[in-house]
């Protein structure tokens, strides 16, 4: 696939958590759910923009909605919690644009507060016909001594392993519809996911916009180490509905809506939360967190993506986020992207702010005593806080002849998480770093 535009943004994964809260890398590796936001690149030429409206989404991170990666945690930030998933594919499938492609990557993510974790993946679509099939497959090597762990069963550190696969296909349905289908695992050893995911978009107003519909349902089993008595379930339900619309021949926006229905246990089976009798002194005893079954979580976004001039493009994004349980979140996103070197080089700046209140039941301490609430967590992800993120990368994409694109890139980002009423940990600082390598025959 030829590219005859690069990026109109460099979209780096926005994404949701996955397992282990005892990890709780701002809710990665939280086991709250496996689901994630697909992020995408749209490429375009304004000319064809013009006329025919189509805006040629990549999956240039091929990364499916239960294929948490640490990359896309860390993007996401609490705001994980808005699982929204806009494919802003205007006139043609995003899966289908993929056509035939490798991809590997590998992740690196370290912090002020003793985790480290390294997530090589490698992935790869085919093109067969009018469909496109694609499958990847993930690692996450976590290594973890957090200041979190003081309030698990056992409080020391662990080392963990989760394998991540994913496969389906993409259909060109003609017409300007497409259609994808696909099933995803994330296995860990007290963890297991099933989920499947359908999608289809239809190109609307002579390809001038997009309207993009996806349903995910995923089945997790929840375990816990050294206890083979403990089993138990949840399901998530997830409708996303997205609209792109083509403003200019250098202008595109997206605004969307998510809601999601988690039914099942969502509690912590490692996290105990400290019973006090007073504001002063030690606790008096622990408990197991208990977290409410249900839980409806709603989510919308508008972004706007332009060509500031040529060679230079800039994309505005905010997300506003609110379920049953209390919370509040707002992320504000900020990226550009310059072409250096006609067009082989590519470079984007990228700066994100996240705030959220907490949910109801919170509390810094429960002064009960010796009674204990009836819902109660130690999930600092679920209190008030904010985030910061920046970063720079990378991208080197030579012509290998006139239908063949490698590409590498490379990237780093500083991550700070502030904690407002959390008692064990004030703030996070974390480095996450990237390298990866793109061949499109």
């Not at 409206?53 to 990666?69: A, D, N």
């Not at 998530?236 to 997205?242: I, L, P, Q, R, S």
């Not at 609110?322 to 070197?341: K, N, P, Y």
């Amino acid at each position: 696939m030829r590219k005859e535009l690069v990026a109109v943004t460099r979209s780096v994964s926005d994404y949701r958590p996955s397992k282990l809260h005892r990890c709780l890398l701002f809710g990665a590796f939280a086991q709250d759910n496996h689901d994630v936001i697909h992020g995408f690149s749209c490429e375009w030429e304004p000319a064809a923009a013009a006329s025919l409206g189509v805006c040629r989404v990549w999956r240039r991170h091929v990364v499916s909605l239960s294929y948490p990666s640490l990359l896309e945690v860390l993007r996401q930030t609490p705001r994980f919690l808005a699982q929204l998933v806009i494919v802003a594919s205007c006139g043609v499938s995003a899966a289908a644009q993929a056509a035939d492609r490798a991809h590997s990557s590998v992740l690196i993510y370290t912090d002020s507060d003793h985790v480290q974790v390294i997530s090589p993946k490698v992935s790869g679509s085919k093109e067969v016909g009018a469909a496109t099939t694609h499958a990847s497959v993930a690692f996450d090597f976590i290594t973890a001594a957090s200041v979190d762990l003081v309030t698990a069963a056992s409080p020391r550190g662990f080392s963990e392993t989760r394998t991540q696969v994913d496969a389906g296909s993409s259909y060109d349905l003609g017409a300007g519809m497409g259609a994808d289908a696909s099933y995803h695992l994330s296995q860990e050893p007290d963890f297991l996911t099933h989920s499947v995911h359908v999608s289809g978009n239809r190109s609307l107003l002579a390809r001038m916009a997009t309207l993009q519909l996806r349903y995910v349902y995923s089945h997790s089993d929840i375990g816990r180490h050294g206890d083979a008595t403990f089993a138990r379930t949840r399901q998530t339900h997830d409708a996303d509905v997205a609209w792109t619309h083509i403003l200019s021949p250098t202008a595109a926006a997206d605004v969307g809506y998510n809601l999601s229905i988690v039914d099942g246990f969502q509690a912590n089976p490692y996290r105990f939360v400290r019973l006090y009798a007073s504001n002063a002194g030690a606790h008096d005893t622990a408990v197991t967190e208990r977290t409410p079954d249900l839980r409806y979580r709603h989510a919308a976004m508008l972004r706007l993506r332009t060509r500031v001039r040529p060679g230079l493009f800039a994309h505005g994004e905010y997300r506003i986020y609110t379920d049953t349980w209390g919370m509040i979140a707002h992320t504000l996103t900020a990226r550009a992207a310059l072409q250096l070197g006609s067009n082989a080089w590519t470079l984007t700046a990228e700066a994100r702010g996240h705030t959220q209140s907490a949910v109801t039941f919170y509390r810094q301490r429960y002064v009960t005593f010796p009674n204990a609430p009836d819902l109660r967590t130690a999930d600092k992800e679920l209190g008030s806080m904010w985030t910061a993120l920046g970063g720079m990368h990378i991208e080197w994409s030579p012509r290998v002849n006139s239908a063949q694109t490698l590409s590498f890139s490379a990237g780093a980002d500083l991550l700070h998480m502030r904690y407002l009423d959390y008692a064990f940990l004030a703030a996070r600082t974390a480095v996450l770093a990237t390298v990866s390598a793109t061949w499109e025959p």
